[in-house]
């Protein structure tokens, strides 16, 4: 079946740090992947997503590119702030409405 | 206000009392879904719907049942909840042709 493997956290870096978040999956088919955030205390909020291979998603500074050929979609952003601290999920979703999600990475951002 | 509501936010009961936890979305979706999170696991599908009257089971279905009798709603059922059900439970909706979910605020259950 399906699956969906994050780097495990937590990460924490300074202010204005470069961020990656590995995601790799397996996957029949073509799915769509996702960066979703969840915030403390909140539901999950779309960040940015990619439906075929060599797409990029980007969003509010973050950017993901999908990788067939790697089986990737690596979450990165080249300057982080305090207020990106949160649960980042990478997911897939194929199949119908099928989805997988990661386990989730924590990124604290230290000012 | 586009959104996906959730009720309750909060439940504590005990084993075997039934319960629903109602979910619903103003967006015109398609697509429904309901998932459990729990830490070290990330989010896990439980069912989803496709359409009214469409439903197809996720990866952890067990102990759970769904209808889907309204575009808009979508309820979780737990016939006869067990402890090993205590979780947190989102819903989400999607268009169908875009996939991106819009999630509920979550409902924390804890069963004992």
């Known amino acids: 079946g399906n699956s969906v493997t994050q780097m495990e956290g937590p990460v924490t870096l300074s202010e204005e740090a470069f961020l990656t978040i590995n995601c790799t999956y397996t996957?029949?088919?073509?799915?769509?992947l996702f960066w979703y955030v969840q915030y403390p205390g909140e539901g999950l909020q779309l960040l940015l997503k990619?439906?075929?291979?060599?797409d990029k998603g980007s969003n509010k500074g973050f950017e993901a590119t999908y990788r067939k050929e790697t089986t990737s979609f690596h979450l990165e952003k080249g300057s982080v702030q305090v207020s990106d601290s949160a649960v980042y999920f990478c997911?897939?979703?194929?199949?119908?409405?099928?989805?997988?999600f990661g386990a989730g990475t924590r990124l604290f951002v230290k000012a | 206000e586009a959104q996906v509501t959730q009720n309750p936010r909060y439940l504590i009961t005990v084993t075997g009392k039934k319960l629903t936890v109602t979910c619903s979305q103003n967006?015109?979706?398609?697509?429904m879904s309901w998932y459990r999170q729990d830490p070290g696991l990330g989010l896990r599908q439980i069912y989803y719907?496709?359409?009214?009257?469409?439903?197809d089971k996720g990866d952890v279905p067990e102990g759970y049942k769904v209808s889907r009798k309204e575009k808009r709603n979508f309820p979780l059922i737990l016939e006869s909840p067990s402890p090993n059900q205590t979780s947190l439970y989102f819903c989400?909706?999607?268009?169908?042709?875009?996939?991106?979910?819009?999630f509920g605020p979550g409902t924390r259950l804890t069963v004992t």
């Open positions: 996957a029949t088919g073509y799915p769509s």
């Open positions: 719907s496709m359409n009214v009257e469409v439903t």
């Open positions: 989400a909706s999607s268009l169908a042709e875009t996939y991106e979910q819009y």
């Open positions: 990619a439906t075929k291979a060599d």
């Open positions: 997911a897939l979703t194929g199949g119908g409405f099928k989805t997988i």
């Open positions: 967006m015109n979706h398609e697509y």
